[in-house]
């Protein structure tokens, strides 16, 4: 009986993934030493709506099918653009993820998700003829030393900006839209303005029931 040989994370695993990718190359190789790929047996619940999450996802082998509160679902699949993004965000989960095939995934602390959704400061630099503007310097200082909280994009915007720089098709972009109903609200209510309407108004995007 043969052995099942654990596969390693390695850091250029890492450096394909959203946002951790943009860590710097010494925290990439730490966070990949002794890593290994975690594997699950197909039918598997990797987790459930509401429950709550003490980590980030990502899908780097098979299939996983996500399903909302409305019970619909869509399935991601390994080396897709989608599976570049964690399956799940936040301190709730608000699908729930079954195996639809044998997975491979990467489980990453919200800890360290955090340290990578925060910008590199040090490379804040003030223009030379703006350098006796005291309120911009003040600015800089607070910045650089992390004393100033910058309100960070939605999750499924940054999701959705790196999709389209991956030219996925408009049945890709709506998944991921879907998965933000505030977002699908306002995109419907964008669609329906005097500047773009239509004979028949939108009531929902395209591929919904």
């Known amino acids: 009986m ?14 394909q993934l959203f946002p951790i990718r943009n860590l710097s190359e010494e925290i990439l190789e730490s966070f990949a ?7 699950i047996d197909a039918g598997a619940v990797l987790f459930s709506i509401n429950q709550a999450a003490d980590c980030a996802i990502y899908l780097l082998q098979g299939c996983v099918e996500l399903s909302d509160q409305n019970g619909k679902s869509y399935q991601i699949c390994a080396g897709s653009a ?5 399956l799940c965000s936040g301190v709730k989960h608000t699908t729930t993820a079954k195996a639809a095939t044998n997975i491979g995934i990467l489980r990453v602390s919200l800890i360290f998700m955090a340290t990578s959704n925060r910008s590199d400061h040090s490379a804040l630099e003030i223009a030379k003829e703006f350098q006796s503007n005291h309120l911009l310097t003040l600015f800089a200082n607070y910045f650089q030393d992390h004393e100033l909280e910058i309100p960070s994009l939605p999750e499924v915007v940054i999701r959705l900006r790196k999709a389209i720089e991956n030219d996925v098709g408009i049945a890709d972009a709506v998944k991921i839209i879907q998965l933000d109903p505030v977002i699908s609200a ?12 239509t004979p028949i108004p939108a009531r929902k995007l395209p591929g919904r029931g």
């Open 33 to 39: 030493e002794g890593k290994q790929l975690e594997t």
């Open 2 to 15: 043969s052995e099942t040989v654990a596969q390693k994370i390695t850091p250029e695993v890492l450096k």
């Open 82 to 86: 989608q599976a570049k993004f964690p």
């Open 186 to 197: 306002k995109l419907i209510e964008v669609a329906n303005c005097p500047l773009y309407v």
